[in-house]
């Protein structure tokens, strides 16, 4: 099968196209024929060696998470799926999913039906992005309808979603991105969600009242940061996103009832996945870039 490996740590240049040998599901898992996989962040962190490089091993790998396609085969005790039902997730994070490739192999319990009103390249764009804004503001914050969120990094791809799923729960949303610091003079939010990182992650702690919650997404937190968080009252977590096909489930819902709604910015063909990381790493991407690996 054709699949984009991670030949060494370095720069888009590294990730080759080749031939490998197709994966067998075992017991409890699927095999999926790919359809598309979308890029995110933490693909190109992976490829240069940082990001969940310790977790994926040495090169050479095949990368990515995301994905959508339509179920090939199953291995034993897998109840979830019949085979050619339409499927999506990002399995086996922080640990190498493969999702660059021909065909994947996952656990079912970590892939769901994917939305029906989304076509395939929506739908490959949708889990690492939405799982973090869900387990982030839904599960880990549990915002509710009066809630007040701040998003720094609305336009990337868990902003423009985490904007939607906080609305969906009837909170009041701020949106705001790095060339809107000054929007970070805002106070007395409940939440404030960071997918920014760097010197903002400091800044949102004075948006947030007594006993808000800092989500530091994207850089995680200082110890100087959360000890000034602590001082303050301030809680702070830092998310790292799992797989979970039951929120995918919910999150299906929610597309299907046009309460959510993922943008696409760039569809690539699988073969140049390195121009996607190049276009991702120059920054401006409003949304999410998708590999197009075949046709339904």
């Known amino acids: ?58 090169p050479p790998f095949i990368a990515g998470w995301d994905v959508a396609g339509v179920v090939e085969s199953m291995g034993y005790g897998v109840t979830r799926f019949a085979v050619g039902d ?23 319990r970590q892939l769901a039906l994917a939305p029906r009103t989304a076509s395939h390249i929506e739908a490959a764009a949708l889990p690492l992005a939405a799982l973090t804004a869900w387990q982030s503001l839904i599960e880990a914050a549990r915002v509710t309808s009066g809630s007040t969120v701040l998003v720094h990094g609305m336009s990337g791809g868990v902003g423009h979603v985490a904007v939607q799923l ?78 979970d096909g039951h929120a995918l489930q919910e999150i299906a819902a929610l597309v299907d009832s046009g309460a959510v709604k993922v943008m696409i910015d760039e569809v690539y063909p699988l073969e140049q996945a390195a ?11 409003r949304g999410k870039l998708v590999l197009e690996v075949n046709r339904r």
């Not at 699927?30 to 994926?56: E, F, I, Q």
């Not at 121009?275 to 991407?285: K, M, P, S, T, Y």
């Open 1 to 58: 099968m054709r699949a984009v490996e991670v030949t060494r740590f370095g720069g888009p240049e590294v990730l080759r196209t080749a031939q490998v040998e197709p994966p067998s599901p075992i017991s409890t898992e699927v095999m999926v024929r790919v359809l598309a996989a979308s890029v995110n962040p933490v693909d190109c962190k992976t490829r240069r060696g940082t990001g969940v490089s310790r977790w994926v091993g040495p």
């Open 86 to 108: 339409l499927v999506y997730g990002m399995p086996r994070f922080p640990r190498a999913a493969g999702a660059y490739a021909e065909y994947v192999t996952a656990p079912s």
């Open 166 to 243: 906080a609305r969906a729960q009837g909170a009041a949303v701020l949106m705001t991105n790095r060339n809107t610091r000054e929007a970070l003079s805002a106070r007395d939010f409940d939440v404030a969600l960071d997918l920014v990182g760097g010197d903002d992650t400091r800044s949102l702690l004075d948006t947030l009242h007594e006993g808000g919650l800092l989500l530091a997404v994207a850089d995680g937190a200082s110890d100087e940061v959360k000890a000034e968080a602590s001082e303050r009252g301030v809680r702070v977590l830092e998310p790292l996103v799992e797989p």
């Open 275 to 285: 121009a996607a990381h190049e276009r991702l790493e120059r920054g401006g991407v």
